[in-house]
């Protein structure tokens, strides 16, 4: 399924930032849904590919990174892609407002691992926005989910994806 987020009609152009991302809604044996924290918004585990980086090795990347569990391409189920346009991003490298261009490929992954804490590897600008990850259940998911964090960076772009994969994967 793919999901065109696009709400001022806007066309990209070569000034744009362009990202390619994966993010993976993860679900453990009892049901709960791995949810992390980063700068004061909730996300779900996963992050930029790499250029020459094809989705699936990404996310593989992407989860042991964040989790620690380390998960073979066939656990992964292509589940929603979604494209976003935005003219009004904060580029968190300069602090300036950018359009930005996203990409994002969701996965969906039903595991009986656990949050490896020990066997993570994270970002120094993951460490620095204090990011944190557990498996909630699904009332408490859609709950935190449905929170606007104004404060946070971007919250409106992270908001808006965060109720399609609800919307488009959770709710079903």
């Known amino acids: ?43 779900f585990p996963g992050g930029k590919c790499n250029k020459d980086e094809d989705n699936l090795s990404a996310i593989q990347r992407e989860i042991r990174e964040e989790t620690g569990m380390i998960l073979a391409a066939d656990d992964f189920q292509e589940v929603l892609e979604l494209e976003t346009m935005y003219d009004n991003a904060i580029d968190y490298r300069t602090n300036m407002v950018r359009p930005r261009y996203t990409i994002t490929t969701y996965y969906y992954v ?12 994270l970002t120094e600008g993951e460490i620095k926005e204090n990011f944190k990850i557990c498996f909630v259940d699904r009332d408490t998911l859609f709950k935190m989910l449905s929170e606007e ?24």
């Open 1 to 43: 399924m793919k999901i065109l987020i696009n709400p001022k009609n806007l066309i990209p152009d070569d000034s744009w930032q362009t990202f390619r991302k994966v993010r993976a809604v993860i679900e453990n044996k009892d049901g709960c849904i791995a949810i992390s924290s980063e700068a004061g918004k909730y996300i």
């Open 110 to 121: 039903k595991t009986d691992q656990t949050i490896n804490i020990n066997n993570m590897n």
């Open 149 to 172: 964090h104004k404060e946070a960076m971007n919250w409106q772009i992270f908001y808006e994806e965060n109720q399609a994969v609800l919307d488009n994967i959770l709710k079903k």
